[in-house]
């Protein structure tokens, strides 16, 4: 059985969707994971905030525009007069839902059953089509086997049987939809993988069913060089290893959720990026095989706050850093980069919930200086701190406030602090070095 993901773009018209289907019309049995419609978990989370400020009548005025556009989507997307009004009647009760949310108090919950219904209508408006157009299509709704445990992990004893137990169930198909991004907490409440959380989803069934591919759709020809966002010319890499695309996910590369791999890593099942626009083009294959030498890729990850602890004893006495760490497992907090020196230590986190508690009970021992707005720029590729070219990297780099270099840590990677304001100009100057071989100067 194969995954396929297809992500907001892939499914933002009705055009698009015609795309899906038929990339979706091969003779493999597949679960295919969808996203929102672009744009529609933005507005469900605005509208969440306007509802939390008090806002009631902006709310239903976003509300009302949106629901007028999945109303003309219905009306483009599906010919088949019951089939339209089946969906109208779906699109029509969850706005009636997220009407009723406007004007009760806000809870956490009722944000996360806010932001659901961008997947619950784009799977319903897109199984109705399968239907339409003949396919063997059933709808597998995420919230009756998709759960994460109380450290946000997913639950993949439960995930599994589950899932199995919902195939088992459900009359035969070829194709079964699913919901991305959506699905339960420890206590069974409705709650999310975080923003861009499908891919991560596909990953998991993909583990769930012991998948023979996971194909990840989205609106780009595979993972690039750099980030297309920032820089000109990037280049798609036509293969990854695991390793390779999960530290650029993490460190930023948008293409995938930053815990996307981790599941298919686990069990060497191949994850592909492909283009909903162009199927035709290769894409990336990632897999456990790494293939080439020196610097392969760039990414950043933007909102890292730098955080300095000097020793109150000048020199960083013996047990030190251990009392350091525990301040930040205490509060559940990782830390992405870190230097030491004689008596200090310095040190990124990109999750500033517990900041303030975590400064007090450093300041019992250390002194301590906060820098936010701050990006890590990481490097990537097979054995980058052995190539000879790596060294001029930092002579293109000589104008640029690098804040912290984390250089050997592994093989592989190689992640330079920069101001925010600064990350742009870094990115294109390692883009012209690295791989469009213009050295210092240029
Ligand atoms: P989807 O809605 O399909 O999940 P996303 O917008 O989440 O799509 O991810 C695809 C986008 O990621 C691309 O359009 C591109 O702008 C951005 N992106 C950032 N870094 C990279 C990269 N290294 N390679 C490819 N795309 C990237
Ligand atoms: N719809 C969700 C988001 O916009 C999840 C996803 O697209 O992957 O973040
Ligand atoms: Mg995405």
Known sequence: ???????????????????????INTKDQKIVVLSAMSGTTNALVEISRLIEVGEGDAAKAHIKTLHETYTNVVND???????RQDVHHYVNTRFEILSDAVGTSFSQLLHNEIVANGELLSTYMFSRLLQQEGFKARLLPALDFMRIDSHNEPDNFYIKQNLNRLIESSDAADIYITQGFICLDAEGKVTNLQRGGSDYTATIIGAAIEADEVQIWTDIDGFHNNDPRYVNDTQALSHLSYDEAAELAYFGAKILHPQTVMPVRNLDIPLRLKNTMAPQAHGTLITNKVHGEGIKAIAAKDGITAIKIKSVRMLLAHGFLKKVFEVFERYE?????????????????????????????????????IDDYMSIVCLVGNHIIYHPDTPELFQVLQDVNVRMIAYGGSNNNISLLVNTSDKLETLQKLQRYVFEGKGVGV
Request: avoid cysteine; glycine fraction near 4%; charged fraction near 20%.
């Open 1 to 23: 059985m194969l995954v396929y993901k297809f992500g907001g773009t892939s499914v933002g018209s009705v055009v698009n969707m015609n795309h899906v289907k038929d990339i």
């Open 77 to 83: 997307l599906l010919q088949n007069e019951s089939l």
């Open 333 to 369: 907090t990782s830390i992405d980069m870190i230097t030491t020196s004689e008596i200090a230590v310095s040190l990124t986190i990109d999750n500033t919930t517990h900041l303030k508690a975590i400064t007090e009970e450093l300041e019992q021992f250390a002194t301590v200086d």
